[in-house]
């Protein structure tokens, strides 16, 4: 495993007890921005013996029986959602989706609309109207440059996870904010209308103004598991927003006393915002 020392990335093996853990669980320990304590080896020059409290984690659900989910990373302060405006198409939901698991795992969401060439403002305008996003935004195009020195100051000073669809142009944006790294960039498959998987492992890289990115692999889909309403209403702003209900378990569908319901009669809470809430909540809600 490759670990950075705060000046060089060297190589580094499990101690006995992190290493037996590891083939007794057939998982995997470490996520890629973990921070651990080391000690000197004999054939390899670092040996890891212990592994630091996470401060945040941006995991998801796995199919596993027991429950367990898969930490994609840790000790990020920022996840950008990287959509497209086309090829492929914008999914809302699914910005969604990773929206609450960057809340869930205590990092902020920024999303990131890449392909704007491809698309009018007008377009533009839509994408961002149909998002109803609830948390910042840039857009941008790594094909023609616009918008990424917006972005690379966003990034300053942070540890930021990419995320996103594959195809939306994770890696393109990449080589756009570090032009010097080797990640590849794939082609967009004509038949399928599909981004080819491009990156197959997370990686992290340091910015020269400061901070680190990490990159990780496109995903065709994000489950959720199981989550509250109020973790739920925490994606959106203006449902988060609200005054308090009535009840402290409202889940603003019909109760009384809703003050989300108020707000969607009176137009405080936009439509559009409303039923993604709704549309999100029933994929996740404990029955």
Request: contains cysteine; aromatic residues 4%.
């Amino acid at each position: 495993m490759a670990l950075w020392t705060g000046r060089e990335l060297v190589e580094a093996v499990l101690a006995g007890q992190l290493k037996s853990a590891v083939d007794r669980r057939h998982t995997n320990l470490l996520a890629v921005g973990d921070e651990v304590d080391t000690e000197p080896g004999q054939s390899n020059p670092y040996r890891v013996v212990s592994l630091r409290e996470r401060r945040t984690r941006l995991e998801r659900p796995t199919n596993d029986p027991r429950g367990r989910t898969q930490v994609i990373a840790a000790n990020a302060t920022h996840v950008v959602i990287v959509s497209s405006i086309a090829e492929p198409a914008f999914r809302p939901g699914l910005v969604d989706r990773w929206g609450l698991l960057a809340r869930r795992g205590g990092l902020h969401p920024i999303l990131c609309l890449n392909k704007t060439d491809l698309g009018t403002a007008e377009d533009v305008a839509h994408a961002l109207e149909e998002a109803a996003v609830p948390f910042d935004h840039v857009c941008v195009s790594a094909r023609a440059g616009d918008g990424i020195e917006r972005l690379r100051e966003i990034l300053i000073g942070t540890t930021t996870v990419f995320v996103g669809h594959s195809g939306v142009g994770k890696s393109s944006l990449l080589h756009a904010l570090l032009p010097d790294i080797d990640a590849q960039t794939g082609e967009l498959s004509v038949k399928s209308g599909k981004g080819k998987h491009t990156t197959t492992s997370a990686r992290l890289y340091h910015l020269p103004e400061g901070g680190m990115l990490i990159d990780t692999p496109g995903v065709r889909s994000v489950s959720l598991g199981r989550a509250e309403a109020s973790e739920v209403a925490a994606v959106f702003a203006e449902i988060a927003d609200a005054p308090p209900c009535r009840f402290r378990t409202c889940t603003h569908r019909a109760e009384p006393g809703c003050s989300v319901l108020e707000g969607l009669e009176s137009g405080t809470v936009p439509k559009i915002v409303y039923h993604r809430y709704r549309r999100l909540l029933e994929e996740v809600e404990v029955p």
